[in-house]
């Protein structure tokens, strides 16, 4: 693939999905007019405008689109350009049924909605690689056109189809994976249970069982599913840049693993020229500018550091959550600015003009059904003059100071039925450690778990693994190698069970990490929902865990720093701490949250070396870095004006709810 | 429809449903010498008799019926007779397989319960109308029918089928609605997520869909569902009307909201000769002799405020709730005699003998399994002595003394997905300001939310709007008319949002209603659950709110009465009061409950001219008035005796838990 | 059926399913090295092996078989061998894709777990037959193998299948129980809701239906579905008898209402030669070890009161229940010692070797994937030396003290829809009183509500019936025979309702049990959750009760021992005493639990003439007898060390959680 340069013609992006097919003519122009009053520079378009683009199969309606390109042209604003393949219309689902995406239980999904695709359809596969040929004949080389927007949101609403063609492209995936039955079964574990299998052809997707579906099946189901969808993807990205040279190309990710758990974007983030990501504040009880921060940190590292771009997000409430709050005044400001902080080019939203029908009327947007006399419109257009003061940014880079590990692929793993106890939850360790990390300040880079022996212990002092049920052996010997060389690493229970098969590794848990961990666990003994332990630390601290429980067995060299204190497993280590070469490997085997856990990953920042921040809770100091220069973020999300540090020792105010941007003198 | 005078020739109606079928032929001599011990009047027969009457297909069996109607006949206990299309028998299912009804997963439902019906059925309907025709032709004639009793509570337990014949109607129905696609499309809005639609074979009922489906194609599907169902039952109605001259024609509804919300009983009450009613007491945490007053009125109201018939009801526990506790002594004649005040011609009973298999074997009835030596026999012979002195009231009318605008439409419309809370419900608001006006001792007559600008002040000089998501453009003109004539209008946030297509009305919140309540809500915020906000009055006065808030901005001549006092909207305008021209017009921004709503409720009274009633909580005065006189229904829930003031000023004792019925002197 | 001698070589058993097909050869060596070590001498084989023994259609692999029986019984380790026919191989499901089962829905469920059966498939059937035939043929007089071990776990993890084939099925079914449909239209009470049939062709399975579908149907499906499976285990166990003639026969049954209540054991009893089951600890919150002393009466007494087996149960956690928590130090020891003591002869474990891979990987093992060096080996092996002490007590026999009535029949027909109360629940009314007797020390032998008028009160002086909802006209005769003749009988509420049709006894509740109850019951007034109502004894005892509250009018003769004394029912019956003969018959109107029951079963037992064991609670003294001798359990689940007093007068030691076993002196 001949990656174009990634966002060259791409400007500071301020702006949002744009669907003037939902409005008369007249009203085009006023958008533009208001656009530009808003500071809007980029806009994405077209992402659901297959059934106005071709209305009947073959008779494609371009007029209404060149038209919107051209007043949009013309005002200076630039295109990211939809291929309109996540809503086939109305007509093709009339042709082919069969393209619709059927459930585990067998229900063939109808239109209606969105996203009904049945991603193995050849028939699906031809039309969506058509428009797209037709779309980028057309608009490939129109100069408001600088990037591509494929699809919507792959794996959402759904990944998986389970119909009988998919059945057929599954084994064939599968044959490709596993060359052999043999090793299939092998994989599979299928001597459990009798499921050996003869023929290629008898193997069927994991539709509903009776009892609980082979695991593995499951799993590499999951695998399939990505892939089938990552193929669709690639087919109509070499088409774009094929016919739309210099032109990058991406889909808008969901990276946040509040947001879903879909579709892996490690493999995905290779395939794209430039990762978009759209996030939302969830409203689950959770600190929604923490998981923020854990968003735009993920989405950078799923970039590889590099620079990408916030798709969408919300100027206020939503409408798809069970209860859907409106954001404080500041609080959009300080969200989009957030995510520059963080990495993005700019800060977009869905949707530019609030719908006045269908589905998502009640979504907020940058200009409101009732017009630009209010409030949200007043901050957009703030907003608009804020980013586009800060055009200097572009191609900067923020700089995480602690890594910690992350694995689609191991969460949808861990997900799958009858683990140890219903409750863990991947996720949950993943929020929780980062959480710990935010309120130290620091800023995270995250890692996948492959490569990790290469790991400079200079660059990142901590590696933290939340959970990391499935790790294939060479896992293990990586941290180790990683925490020889000095680097300190910090672990947390159920972590290194499972090879990629969802096969045990041999021997005592946790099999791929007991080397470096210095410890065996003797047996797991998961608490039960209200049931918590104490554990006590050798230093005479004490915590509250809950969750879980283990009995470990600490080997030679590995000290146990904190035990349990009551409880079933009381007496054993809790919290060990293993030195090897230069390093340390700590294991944490309970869950703590909150102050406990803060306390537990400070005695591994101390080993590490890492010195705390000195600023309040909730104030975020996060610094891009280039040729252009130095830039300091301070989000204030108090409600009290505080003072940060700058290098030069000043101290500078940031007012209650509050961004600044501070650039180092040259 | 040549309507005939509707019920002449029904008396006073005591009884219940009886089904003979489940007994041998030597209990019917039994049941009618116990029905004239018990003062029985009326029975409904033959509701689900279709299997006993025509035990092979076009082969009927008279003779029993013959037998069991010359009995009651006999015995001067007119008859309600069913048709008995709501169960059509096994045999034509094993000839008709598509007729059983198929759910939006693509389930078809199977034989085995009662009300598998796909109303879009041919078959069904040639079946339908044609043993309704051979029962007319039998009996239309016969001097004990009195009423014909199509079907059964249509819509229950299913409304909607979501078959391939059902498809086929619904594009039919849309086709006669929208007359063009382009109309469709419009009021759809099938623009957004790019589900416009080229041809009328294009479109399927909304069936289960990946994401949230087109919300007005489910709204309109619930309204052609509806529409497919009245339709059945015009057609027997038509039928009856030809062969059985003379005799009104019912269905029974379940008019209260807790029953369900499946069809529109202000459609369906223009439909039948005689409005009748089912009603059970929901054990669901509130008030439940409330919650009767509100089906009572309701029902009246959907009867144009004439006569109606309360056809079912329970003499204790049922046995289809979760939890079926028994009714106290005197409940259940509290309840028969509660409903004949607000209208009922009389009180009837699911079902006269209980049944000893079956689904409802557990549901009680007027003749216990047991017999007639118990207390449940005792009170049913004693109501029926009670109701046989009330004869005169026969054609007497309650008059409420206050209105609510009420509406199916718009409650299905607002229960669809994606609203900015899911815990709004209008059923809990419509129940919420009815109990505070009825612990004001106001009787309730409820509207639609049609011609009201035509409602006149004097006869309701208070209307309250608990909460009409949907409104049609007119009804804001309409209400304002009616304000400033001299009305007191009460309504309640989330009322106006939307047009009958569930389109926002352009501008901002609350589109409809902007005008008459002098106001712009700027943005919606939905409170968490759990969240509360106070309210502070002007006067000082203090609420707690919880589940809503919005950010208020009165225009001017609106006074703000009441602000949030904390929470995220502190400082908006909570309550508001808006002078049009001799009228005010009152906007509660926030869901209050109790005597927190009951205190905003007074100060609408206080405008509306409307002085308290000194009566004590829980006791009910409720007037029945027309040629043959007044009649005073003093009913007392309360647990001790109480006096109620008659209009001569004498004070007359109602015992605990009574009932009294006092006549003017004329 | 010519029974074979029951299980005459088969040794004193310890061990576990053992599925050398998951592991390679070299590991069966170190599997039978490792048996010896551990003192197994039995093991299940070959439960899942079907595809591994007929790899492909009619070519079977017996080489690897015979391998590791021979070693099996070179190392004197007697096989438990499997009939695998819970797994046909995914070649079987591919030639016949019918014989999958279908759920109510419609939904017909796929390969990929375990036990997806359609028991009424023909080529299943065959199938099935075929395998089990050429087993028997190869290893029916192979010296290793003592025992057959038939499909697993009948009715786990579906019993029912909903297809056409079925259906057919059923209707053969209904036609042999109730030779007319005026017969089956009578039982099924299908004159309710307009349902009955007029040719055997119309009836179809109890399906997804609108509303509740007809009980009896339901009932009689249950019924249906347990004969389909109960038919396909005698086909394959007469092929067993013909071909290896002598070894007994046996399924692996749940019988713990706490492990489902999917088969009726009372008739599944009667067909195999010996009673083995399958017990698992379940963390619902109840007292495990009380629940497993159930499971263990209640497997001996379908066991005739005979010998049985434990075939499976878990060395410390599974995998499937939500939360897996490990057992205690010495917890596995009393948990397989207490089976032992009240039947079995031995304790076997799922399974021998813990698995990689495949759905049940987490289930703890006998031989953990950790290896031998941790404590759950220590504990296996310690056990085994224990259970080979034990040798001399096969054959002996535990008396129970006390009977209960304990109906699977009723209990389905009680946990179908619309009964009074939701949350009546038979298992729970067993368990609260089993509960209430095992805190009294006393072993119980259960019945099943036929031929109790036989029973000896002199045998068994108390007989307790916690719920018997479905009571046959007889029962009521039964009952008042054994109490005349001097018994004690306790019937809690609910119980002799209805008859084996689900249909109403005629008369007052509780039909079948007035007249033994001395009683009648005016009405059910069955509590909300959360309401609880107190009962008051004559002699100023005072108890909370819950759910349940009714009106019961005590007959002549029939003394009133407590009352309620506040709530709806207040001043009424909650707990009567009648004199019968040389008997006294009580009965409890409401749900006690705890303590609160455990006064009253007192009082039942004064009456009985029991006098109280002096032991501490949680300790357990169970005897075995027979020709070898007397074998007293001492079971002490508490964490002190207790003392016992032996038949001589002594005391003896039981350490905190520990198990002895004392031997009577000859």
Redesign the interface.
Known sequence: MPSPAPHDRLPLAFGGDY?P??WPREVWEEDVRLMREAGVTAVSLGV?????LE??PGAYDWEWLDTVIGLLHGAGIAVNLGT?TV?P???F??AHPDAL?V?R????????????ICHSNPEYRAAATTITRALAERYGSHPAVVLWHVHNEYG???LACYCDVCAAAFRGWLRERYDTLDALNHA????????????W?????????????????QLDYHRFADAQARANFVAERDILHRLSPGVPVTTNFMVAPSQGQTVDYWAWAKEVDLVTNDHYLM?DGRRTHVNLALAADLTRSVAGGGPWLLLEHAT??V??Q?????K?PGEMARNSLGHVARGSEGAMFFQWR?????????H?AMLA???TD???WREVTDLGRRVAGLADLRGTRTRGDVAMVWSWDSWWAQSL???????LDARERLDSFYEALYDRHLTVDFLPPTGLGDLDPERYPLLVVPQLYSAPVGVGADLERYVARGGTLLVSFFSGIVDE????H????PGALRDVLGL?V????????GETVSVRGADGSSYTADLWSE?VLPGAGCETVAVFADG?TAGGAALTRHAVGSGTAWYLATRLTGADLATVVDLALADAGITPVDLPRDVELVVREGESGTFRFAVNHTGSEVKVVLPDGSRAAVPAGGVEVFRDPR
Do not use: H, M
């Open positions: 669907n097919e939902q659901f405008s297959w059934a106005r209305p009947r309109p809503v219309p109305a007509w689902y009339r995406p459930t239980e067998g229900v063939r999904l109808a239109f209606g909605s969105r996203g009904a959402a609403p759904v599979w574990g299928t001597a459990f249970w009798g499921q050996q299998y003869g023929d052809e008898e193997i069927t997707p994991p539709r509903a069982t009776p009892s609980v579906c082979n695991p593995t099946q409203t206020s409430g409408n798809w069970p209860y859907n709050p409106a404080r609030q719908s006045q029908s269908g589905a998502e009327k009640f907020t059904n009732s017009g209010n409030r949200g039925e009858w683990r140890p106890s219903q409750d098969n969802d096969t045990l041999p021997g005592a848990y065996t003797e047996e797991f003994d998961p608490l039960l929902p009995v079933r």
